[in-house]
Every structure is written in structure tokens, then in C-alpha cells.
């Protein structure tokens, strides 16, 4: 079956725009994540959405980053007032059900990622 | 200091050799470990993952976890030129329904023909 899709594979914007990444999670999964993955490092957690409510935002790193999944499917990751930090690559991963307590571990499956660079 | 620690190489060694891939972790809360292989411009990709301290196999790949060092391990036997990629471990707890993964820094590998 399908994977995780995330558009576009690649962004070029310029500092100070406003810009959307978007993440098709698989058809089914109720858990979304998002995290950040700068060059030579390892991805770093930003947002979780279990449902169409974001349950952890703790990783977002300041008030230009927003993320949503209004209908519990489809997220998008809204980045105001870009700056050159902010380049990277956006992954997105979905698992399939919320974890009832600490005893059951849930996969992750990630997309491609987009690789968005702000001159 | 970085809550997993991982050396990000680069490695290089010939086709055949086993591999020996390591992170070191200093928050002892985590429950699942987990190695993800990452091709270029590609997402991580699952390999294993354990939820204990010990081994575990799957074909030509081990996970180790030992953690009462706070150390994981990844070997790779009979290593071939499919296996050229950039290895992340990962570490987990499960906090109100999130399990939020913690990344080490990848290590990139290159097997040689």
C-alpha cells in the first residue's frame, strides 16, 4: 500500500516568507509526528497529533512554527517569517493506533521528507 | 550534553566485514531502542528495535542493549554494498500516548566492493 507522502519534495523560499509543508500519513493511522532534521543530524521531535488535536508541541521551536490536521488525516507544518536557521528536512511519520500505556511498542513509518532552504 | 550520543563516522570498510555501530544514552527512562538506516534524500527506515537489555537477530543484522551502560549496538555480518547507508539509533518512552523518538547523530557507513 501507499507509504507517507509529503509535498513538495523540495522548498526554496526566502528569508521572511511564509511557507506550508504538507504529510499524507498512511490511510488509517490515528498518531502524526513531525520532526526536523538539519545536515549531519539526526531528526529532532517537533509536533505529535493523535487525532486532529496536537497532544505534544513541546518540540516546536518558537511561536513561527504551527502545524494542524484538522480532519485527523492530512497535517500541514505552517512556518511564518522564515529565517536561513530554519532550512532543513521536514519529516513526517505516522503509526497506526495511540498507544494505551508504556508495554506496547508502535512503529513509525516516515516519508520522504521536504527539504526546505531559505536563502 | 546530547541525550543519545553517536559517532557519526564517516566508516568505511570492505565488502564481507562485519560492522559495528554504537550509541551511548544518558536519560534512563527510555524503553524501546530502535536503529533506523536512512538512504539519501530518503526518510529513516526501520531495521529493529528491542524493548529490553540483551539481543536481538534478524538475518544478518544484531541489536544489543545493555543498559546498565546506557549502550546500544548495532552489527551488520556479511556486509555488502546495499548496506552503504546512514545509520540512526533512536531511543523512546511513552509519555501520555506519545512516543517521542530521540535521534543520535547517524553514522554514515560505506561498504566497499
Known amino acids: 500500500g501507499a507509504g507517507v507522502s509529503q509535498t513538495p519534495s523540495n522548498k526554496v523560499t526566502e528569508k521572511g516568507k511564509y511557507v506550508e509543508l504538507r504529510c499524507d500519513p498512511i490511510s488509517g493511522h490515528t498518531a502524526l509526528y513531525w520532526y526536523r532534521q538539519s545536515l549531519g543530524q539526526g531528526p529532532e521531535f517537533l509536533i505529535y497529533f493523535q487525532g486532529t488535536g496536537a497532544a505534544d508541541d513541546s518540540g516546536l521551536p518558537n511561536d513561527r512554527f504551527f502545524a494542524v490536521r484538522p480532519e485527523g488525516s492530512v497535517s500541514t507544518l505552517k512556518i511564518q517569517r522564515t529565517e536561513r536557521g530554519d532550512s532543513a528536512v521536514y519529516l513526517c511519520a505516522s503509526s497506526p493506533r495511540r498507544l494505551a500505556g508504556g508495554s506496547s511498542y508502535n512503529e513509525q513509518f516516515f516519508g520522504p521528507g521536504t527539504r526546505l532552504t531559505v536563502l | 550534553q546530547k541525550e543519545v550520543e553517536q559517532d557519526p563516522g564517516p566508516l568505511s570498510v570492505p565488502e564481507g566485514a562485519i560492522v559495528s555501530l554504537n550509541c551511548t544514552y544518558s536519560n534512563s527512562a527510555f524503553q524501546y531502542f530502535m536503529w533506523y538506516r536512512q538512504y539519501s534524500r530518503k526518510g529513516p527506515e526501520l531495521l529493529m528495535y528491542?524493548?529490553?537489555?540483551g539481543n536481538k537477530e534478524d538475518g544478518r543484522f544484531t541489536a544489543q542493549v545493555d543498559k546498565s551502560s546506557k549502550y546500544i549496538s548495532l552489527f551488520i555480518r556479511d556486509s555488502q554494498p546495499s548496506d552503504s547507508a546512514t545509520y540512526l539509533c533512536?531511543?523512546?518512552?511513552?509519555?501520555?500516548?506519545?512516543?517521542?523518538?530521540?535521534f543520535g547523530q547517524g553514522t554514515r557507513l560505506t561498504i566497499n566492493p
Open positions: 533512536a531511543m523512546s518512552r511513552v509519555i501520555q500516548g506519545a512516543q517521542k523518538l530521540v
Open positions: 528491542t524493548y529490553s537489555s
